[in-house]
């Protein structure tokens, strides 16, 4: 397995998606060639800050406001 | 009504799992306000979550978050059982944000260019091991800001296509039918998001000993 085929399957087997036989030759790559380790590692860390960190601000006081919103407009909906 | 009716013949009772969604958007469409309610504090913050990442624009995630409810209330009978509530709202969600930055694209003329390639065109550049990780190398705030960089430097469609499938945790398959694209397009895009991602951050988090001297 060339470096080029190792990560045209990355994302299956992120996915979990790989059959054994794919499977087995990727741990091999992985096991032989260091720049491969290090990108699938990185690149599981990459999936992993972004999954367990909330980036964006959702305050308390946002959500009331955008509920509130949400709600009224809702019920105009429904009196029509 | 009568389909709500609580004498159901034991011999079709199925052992499968129902989702309390499904309950509660029974009770919306029978006009149970506080129903939907409900399923506004569960998914307001995911709703608000998608639309700020595709459009990267934080007046437009609110009004996307309100809109995407009020059409979700609207719509509700279209809704089908079979799928997840939660999807079917993202799936809302993602529509209006896309008509927004669509909108955006042409009234601003800014370029926002998706170059969607389908080879390996971007073969990773950057070895280097990432030290210790990520948390542990800068604070909250720090690392919120390098995130937030990070990504939205990633072209609309990348983006995206990360967003629902790794931060939402769609399917590739619901991925696909939110986005209207095929499976092996999502498969494509999410290689290439999270590899261009990867390389983005490796800028902050590397190693710097087995790199050698800093340029
Ligand atoms: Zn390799």
Redesign the interface.
Known sequence: MT??DF??Q???Y??GQIDAELLAEVQGHIAEC??CH??L???K???E????????D?SPE??SR??A???S???E??VR | MSAASPTIPVDTLVPVEIHPDVALVARAKEGDTAAFEQLVRQYDRQVFRVAQHITQNREDAEDITQDAFLKAYEKLDQFQGNSKFSTWLVRIAVNESLMRLRKRKTSKTVSMDENVQTDEGSIPRDFADWSPNPEQQFGTSELGDILRKTIQGLPPGFRTVFTLRDIENLSTEETAEALGLSVPAVKSRLLRARLQLRERLSRYFRQTKTEGPKP
Do not use: A, G, P
């Not at chain 1, 800050?49 to 964006?56: G, K, L, S």
């Open positions: 470096c080029t990560l045209s990355l994302t299956d992120f996915d260091h720049h290090v990108v590692d990185t690149t860390q990459t999936i800050v972004y999954r367990d960190n909330e980036i964006y959702f946002l959500q955008l509920h919103t949400i709600m407009r809702c019920r909906v429904k």
